[in-house]
């Protein structure tokens, strides 16, 4: 794997978290540079964390499944961009209680919730052989830089890009899983 494609898969596993982090900077009266750090790092050290864990549980499956790994990173892939592009266009009647304050346990859920789907990209990072430590830290870091922007760009223009930033990232991890699958098939 490539580190266009690699970056492009941060992209789009940073996307929930570029949503969170807009959620939170909108909440935010005055642009808490410490604050938006402290959530970039949370996110960023979870985005990174799963994948890695992820890695490890596909190592220990590696043996039974490798006849069929390229279905499977891609309908890992698939579900997870296919999640997000629903997501994005289902009608959030919830209205988020806006709470200035940071919360630590707050930030491990939503740490937790929004990097489940770098966990199944761990696995498929397993069956393709890819280089683990280059790949969690070019996850972790673009996660990182993103989720400070989310936000900054919270604070200052609202949630409006929440959903362009989940459709953009559901239809990059249903193309590469794609384009995953199709080399496997020698399509490509």
């Given amino acids: 794997m490539g580190l266009l494609e690699l970056l492009m898969i941060a992209i789009g596993l940073s996307m929930d978290a570029f949503a969170v982090a807009l959620c939170k900077g909108l909440c935010m009266k005055k642009l808490n540079y410490r604050h938006a750090v402290i959530i970039g790092i949370f996110f960023g050290g979870f985005q990174a964390g799963m994948p890695l864990i992820g890695w490890l549980l596909g190592h220990q499956l590696e043996k039974y499944i490798t006849a069929f790994d390229h279905w499977i990173a891609f309908f890992l892939l698939a579900f997870i961009g296919g999640s997000m592009l629903k997501e994005a266009f289902e009608e959030d009647n919830e209205v988020d ?15 937790t919730a929004t990097s489940i789907d770098a966990l199944a990209v761990g696995i498929t990072f397993a069956f ?53 699958l199709l080399e496997h098939l020698n399509v490509l």
């Fill in 97 to 111: 209680a806006c709470d200035n304050r940071l919360n630590i346990k707050e930030l491990f859920i939503l740490a």
């Fill in 128 to 180: 393709l052989r890819v280089s683990i430590l280059p790949s969690i830290t070019i996850i972790g870091a673009t996660t990182l830089v993103l989720s400070i922007i989310g936000v900054a760009m919270g604070n200052k223009f609202g949630v409006k890009y929440k959903n362009k930033a989940e459709i953009a990232g559901g239809i990059v991890l249903i193309l590469i899983g794609t384009k995953i």
